[in-house]
Nanobody
Framework: QVQLVESGGGLVQAGDSLRLSCAAS????????MGWFRQAPGKEREFVAA????????NTADSVKGRFTISRDNAKNTVYLRMNSLKPEDTAVYYC?????????????????WGQGTQVTVSS
């Protein structure tokens, strides 16, 4: 089992940058696929980016490609989401997710473990 804690959200202006962090418990972090999802009010949860277990492959949503970058530090049991050139439509609660031996899936149903989320608000 793994527990996930997100941090780094906040209120920023359009064009600003933020880096979200997701700290995972446990000693086998590298065995987990890690993903970022987001959910805006009244909308379904949306895939943002993901790493396969071991970090061998990544997957990034077209809506954020070129602006958002996922990275992971297995030594720190942490996955990051660097968000540049933020837009008001990026406003959402951002969630970190994990699945043991998983691929870089864009389907939230493929992830068993979820964090509590961190709010990102981008003003125009």
């Amino acid at each position: 089992q793994v527990q996930l804690v997100e941090s780094g959200g906040g209120l920023v202006q359009a064009g600003d940058s933020l880096r979200l962090s997701c700290a995972a418990s446990g000693r086998t972090f590298s065995n987990y696929a890690m993903g970022w999802f987001r959910q805006a009010p009244g909308k379904e949860r949306e895939f943002v980016a993901a790493f396969s277990w071991g970090g061998g492959s990544t997957n990034t949503a077209d809506s954020v490609k070129g602006r958002f970058t996922i990275s992971r530090d297995n030594a720190k049991n942490t996955v990051y989401l660097r968000m540049n050139s933020l837009k008001p439509e990026d406003t959402a609660v951002y969630y970190c997710a994990a699945e043991r031996w998983g691929r870089a899936n864009s389907d939230p149903d493929m992830y068993k473990y979820w964090g509590q989320g961190t709010q990102v608000t981008v003003s125009s």
